[in-house]
């Protein structure tokens, strides 16, 4: 299993105010980070703050939507002045189509939506605050992708993803391949940036049908937030181990 890193710092997570997110941020905090918890509705982030704060947790709100250039760059101003760096970034906020999604049918504003949430949000975000990255002693990235994202899985006979899906599963194939991308232009710089898969899940997304809680699929993410600096690099992770691209 992955080993982990004691040393603690200031992390953020996008799309925390619920779901896999909200435990991401929970679970960082129990481990005595100071969390930033990036919510693109500021009364529902201010409530999720409230709660971690009363379970313990060093938790403060970032006001963010990954699609909105000024709010991403609101959020860098809000990381610098409180740490002057972050240590760990989480791209966990994201979004779906509502299913079945054939592509025959798919409305091109939701894959635009999708495009937009799940993928350049995640570029937008990360360019923004890896300066403030690059000033932390051991900086991490974590991608929030998905099993159904693995073209390895997705052509394997016999492996059960769900139904077919035109517009989500693609938005994270790219989201993978961009992470690999990241992870070779940062290599050797101790920035490690890593894709998570939190299994299937039970929240908004999927309308509550996953089979995990949102405490068992945030573990991943909370892992490979922790990496120690001879962790991996540019590759996928979910709790049994590394998922095939
Ligand atoms: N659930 C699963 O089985 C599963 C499996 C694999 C991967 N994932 C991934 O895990 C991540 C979290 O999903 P979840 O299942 O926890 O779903 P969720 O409960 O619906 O949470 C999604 C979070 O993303 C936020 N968000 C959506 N669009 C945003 C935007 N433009 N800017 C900022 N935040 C935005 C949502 O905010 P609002 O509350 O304002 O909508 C919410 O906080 C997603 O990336 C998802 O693709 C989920």
């Given at each position: 299993m992955l080993a982990v890193m004691s040393e603690k710092g200031i992390a953020l997570v996008t799309g925390a105010n619920k779901g896999i997110g909200y435990e991401v941020a929970a679970g960082l905090g129990a481990l005595g980070w100071s969390v930033g918890v990036g919510a693109r509705d500021e009364r529902r982030g201010t409530e999720a703050v409230?709660?971690?704060?009363?379970?313990?947790?060093?938790?403060?709100?970032?006001?963010?939507?990954?699609?909105?250039?000024?709010?991403?760059?609101?959020?860098?101003?809000?990381?610098?002045?409180?740490?002057?760096?972050?240590?760990?970034?989480?791209?966990?906020a994201g979004t779906a189509g509502g299913w079945p999604e054939d592509p025959s049918t798919l409305d091109l504003g939701t894959v635009r939506r999708l495009v937009e949430t799940n993928v350049i949000g995640v570029i937008r975000v990360t360019n923004a605050m890896l300066p403030l990255l690059r000033r932390s002693d051991h900086p991490r990235i974590v991608n929030q992708s998905s099993?159904?994202?693995?073209?390895?899985?997705?052509?394997?006979?016999?492996?059960?993803?769900?139904?077919?899906?035109?517009?989500?599963?693609?938005?994270?194939?790219?989201?993978?391949?961009?992470?690999?991308?990241?992870?070779?232009?940062?290599?050797?710089?101790?920035?490690?940036?890593?894709?998570?898969?939190?299994?299937?899940?039970?929240?908004?997304?999927?309308?509550?049908?996953?089979?995990?809680?949102?405490?068992?699929?945030?573990?991943?993410?909370?892992?490979?937030?922790?990496?120690?600096?001879?962790?991996?690099?540019?590759?996928?992770?979910?709790?049994?181990?590394?998922?095939?691209?």
């Open positions: 409230a709660k971690l704060r009363s379970g313990g947790a060093d938790a403060f709100l970032v006001p963010l939507d990954v699609t909105d250039d000024a709010a991403v760059e609101g959020a860098v101003r809000l990381v610098r002045e409180r740490a002057g760096r972050l240590d760990v970034l989480v791209n966990n099993h159904v994202a693995s073209l390895t899985l997705q052509t394997t006979p016999g492996v059960d993803l769900g139904g077919v899906s035109g517009a989500y599963a693609p938005t994270k194939t790219h989201l993978n391949a961009v992470t690999i991308q990241y992870a070779k232009e940062l290599q050797g710089t101790g920035v490690l940036v890593n894709g998570a898969c939190p299994g299937y899940v039970a929240t908004d997304l999927n309308g509550f049908s996953g089979t995990q809680t949102p405490q068992e699929g945030a573990r991943i993410a909370v892992r490979l937030a922790t990496l120690p600096d001879d962790g991996p690099t540019g590759r996928l992770f979910d709790e049994e181990g590394e998922v095939p691209w």
